[in-house]
């Protein structure tokens, strides 16, 4: 079994006064250790404050651009990322996927980028609703999984977030049935496209919350979660963070 990551995607919030949150989940995992990575991925601007305020986990930005400098105004680059001392970066995000039309081709440049510079890229892949009454679901993961992952992706370099577009914020999730087929088709696409996938971790995300972690968690193949709404606050994150602690 793959050891699981519990990851926190701020998205756009979060100002300076947001690393008491930090502090406080740096003393909670030092006073109660949990049997899983943790990760936050704050904002570009408070990566280097992060980054700063702990070593009891990992941080991650949100997004990268794929060439490694240049003209690019507005953007940042992996090597800037692993320079201010991420360890991980999330691409094809659904939010930018939808806000910024990224494709599975800017996605897996993104996280190949990720890769060249010693980072672990999060794919994160996800049906919408339509696609899901449509019964599509299966299909559109699949292709997801094979247009974004990059080159050389191994369990170290990739994870793969699995988030149904219409659970992100919403407050609904899949059953858990639901989370289970998916996931199992995932592992069993990357055991197809060779051994070296065959441990990379699967997150779920969309909706995560103390109240449905612990059973979320338990599915088959789901190897920890990636958290929006809820990684913000500590007290609410290491609630989630508890689904692995015994
Ligand atoms: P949510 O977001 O937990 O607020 O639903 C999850 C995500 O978008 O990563």
Do not use: I, K, Q, W
């Given at each position: 079994m793959p050891r699981p990551l519990v990851a926190g995607n701020w998205k756009m919030n979060g100002q300076k006064a947001a690393m008491d949150e930090l502090a406080a989940l740096e003393g909670a995992l030092s006073s109660r250790a949990a049997n899983c990575d943790v990760l936050i991925c704050p904002p570009f601007t408070l990566l280097g404050a992060a980054r700063t305020a702990t070593k009891r986990f990992s941080i991650g930005a949100q997004d990268c651009h794929?060439?490694?400098?240049?003209?690019?105004?507005?953007d940042v680059s992996a090597a800037m990322l692993k320079d201010v001392g991420c360890d991980y970066v999330i691409v094809g995000h659904s939010e930018r996927r939808a806000?910024?039309?990224?494709t599975d081709t800017h996605v897996k440049a993104k996280a190949e980028a990720a890769l060249s510079q010693g980072l672990t890229a999060i794919v994160c892949v996800g049906e919408t609703e339509a696609q899901r009454d449509a019964g599509e679901t299966l299909s559109i993961i699949h292709s997801q999984v094979a247009g974004s992952l990059p080159k050389n992706a191994n369990a170290e370099t990739v994870v793969i977030a699995y988030e149904p577009v219409w659970a992100i914020g919403t407050g609904r999730t899949p059953s858990v049935e639901d989370v289970e087929q998916v996931h199992t088709a995932i592992r069993s696409q990357l055991e197809q496209m060779g051994?070296?996938?065959?441990l990379v971790r699967l997150l779920y995300g969309g909706s995560v919350k103390p109240a449905n972690a612990r059973e979320l968690m338990g599915a088959?193949?789901?190897?920890g979660a990636l958290v929006g709404g809820a990684s913000l606050k500590a007290s609410d994150f290491d609630g989630i963070i508890d689904a692995y602690r015994s």
């Open positions: 794929f060439a490694e400098s240049g003209a690019h105004t507005g806000d910024h039309g990224e051994p070296e996938l065959g088959a193949n789901v190897d």
